[in-house]
């Protein structure tokens, strides 16, 4: 079965498309009327992308929306490995196991994530970083090896910073994961449960081939809304100077005073981020609802 929806606008759509677009128009004059601001978005093009002597390079505002988008995905990957875990553990027999996942939840969730960014980089960044001295130890290997370090994750200098601001959105992201992973998978029947215990498949066969295939259609829309929260909360780790879109844009905007325009990018910027993967889930649910 094939899911196809006709997109079809009512007289009521254009009618608040319109007054949203005459909205956004007055803003923007009574910006530069009450304000006396003079619009430069001519300036901020420089700022993404630049053509030199030596060819188009990634201004600072691009920069920043690539960081983001490396924290976002290694964030997304760990946080789902970690909270995957730590959901099986919430369902787990062991007392033990159900009580070290609680707890991990429990804490994560009740702390402002501003208070975790500081105290993860203040241990790992300070502690644990230059105990392993890993700038020093990223500098010894090959300049090829450098280059994909620096593509992959930040550059030697950075990369203190880059870690702990990972570690904190993936310990973040990872409790919100765990209350999925258990959600979608007490939302099994039991009779599910009962039938594969019944064929004689061991615990985790019965998860691996009967309860998580069908508890992961349930999951996909959350761990989708999820994803793109990652995405938003990634702007916490600009407190710590990872050089991220956030980051990036206040930087900018204290330079240049650009204000409107720099901080109307950067939304834009985030605003495509988000956008592409909500439609990219909703793909992937159209897909498992043609299954």
Not at 14 to 34: G, K, N, P, S
Not at 93 to 109: H, I, M, S
């Amino acid at each position: 079965m094939h899911w196809k929806k006709k997109i079809r606008l009512t007289p009521l759509d254009v009618i608040l498309m319109t007054l949203l677009a005459a909205a956004a128009l007055y803003c923007v004059h009574r910006v530069r009327v009450d304000l006396q601001y003079k619009w430069q978005w001519g300036a901020i093009a420089q700022y993404l992308v630049r053509l030199d002597a030596e060819g188009w390079k990634t201004g600072s505002l691009m920069q920043g929306f690539l960081t983001t988008i490396k924290l976002s995905l290694w964030a997304t990957a760990l946080a789902t490995v970690l909270g995957t875990f730590m959901g099986l553990l919430r369902i787990s027999r062991g007392r033990f196991e159900r009580l070290l996942a609680g707890t991990y939840v429990e804490t994560v969730r009740n702390l402002p994530p501003l208070v975790l960014v500081f105290i993860v980089y203040f241990f790992v960044g300070d502690r644990i970083m230059a105990y392993f001295d890993m700038e020093q130890l990223v500098r010894s290997t090959s300049p090829g090896m450098q280059k994909t370090l620096a593509f992959f994750l930040t550059t030697p200098s950075r990369l203190s910073g880059f870690l702990a601001g990972l570690t904190t959105l993936v310990l973040y992201e990872a409790a919100y994961i765990t209350e999925i992973v258990r959600a979608g998978i007490q939302s099994i029947e039991r009779g599910q449960w009962e039938a594969a215990r019944a064929l004689g498949l061991t615990r985790f066969q019965q998860l691996r081939f009967v309860i998580m295939p069908q508890a992961f259609q349930r999951i996909i829309p959350p761990l989708g809304g999820q994803l793109i929260s990652t995405i938003k909360d990634s702007a916490i780790v600009s407190v710590i100077s990872i050089p991220e879109l956030t980051f990036q844009g206040s930087e900018l905007m204290s330079a240049t005073y650009l204000t409107f325009e720099v901080w109307i990018t950067v939304m834009a910027l985030y605003f495509v981020l988000t956008f592409s993967c909500s439609l990219g889930i909703r793909h992937l649910e159209k897909i498992h609802h043609s299954y």
